[in-house]
């Protein structure tokens, strides 16, 4: 029989899978809670949180969500990173996981569809946001500052020729 309590954290967990696109997990076995402590103030910069959840609970909250094959994953003590963006949040776990190879990256859900580790890994390499944003500026941008400097080049060959025109007509005149 369900206590109110464990409703109640049920309820929060459903707003946080209903709210967050983004959600990975981790296995905390091993971990010291000064670690715990650590590595929540190292996901704060790219404003995540990480959030100790009983799997059983999260387990419910996910049912029929975008993370129901993510409760799956979770095996003994774990946790879930929400709140920043995906590639900034897996960089943050996975080179805490390099010098703590106690944390066990087990897998995300990122926009609907379910990662393991090697998602994760993959996802932490993914530039951020702003910089794939400026890649795609300067992509735009280049044919466009192509065909400028090439009119540009029409334009100079026409004003030259005119005014070697008119120097001759000078000169003959």
């Known amino acids: 029989m369900p206590t109110a309590a464990k409703a109640a954290r049920v309820e929060r967990l459903r707003g946080v899978i209903a709210d967050y696109p983004t959600i990975l997990a ?3 076995r091993g971990l010291k809670v000064t670690d715990l402590e650590v590595l929540r103030h190292a996901l704060a910069e790219p404003g995540a949180k990480l959030r ?3 799997n059983s609970l999260f387990r419910l909250a996910a049912a029929d969500s975008h993370a129901e094959e993510l409760g799956s994953i979770l095996d003994g003590p ?3 990173v929400y709140g920043g963006e ?3 949040m897996a960089k943050v776990l996975t080179d805490f ?3 703590k190879p106690a944390l066990a990256l087990l897998g995300a ?3 609907g569809s379910v990662v393991r580790k090697d998602g ?6 993914v530039p951020p946001r702003l910089v794939l944003l400026s890649m795609l500026v300067a992509g735009l941008e280049g044919p466009v500052s192509g065909l400028v400097h090439s009119l540009n080049g029409v334009v100079a060959k026409l004003v030259y020729a005119l005014d070697e025109i008119k120097t ?3 000169k003959a005149a």
């Open 26 to 28: 981790v296995g905390y």
């Open 52 to 54: 100790v959840v009983k």
């Open 78 to 80: 774990s946790a879930i």
């Open 86 to 88: 995906g590639p900034a």
């Open 97 to 99: 996981a390099r010098t």
């Open 109 to 111: 859900t990122v926009e």
């Open 120 to 125: 994760v890994e993959a996802l932490s390499k």
């Open 168 to 170: 001759q007509k000078e």
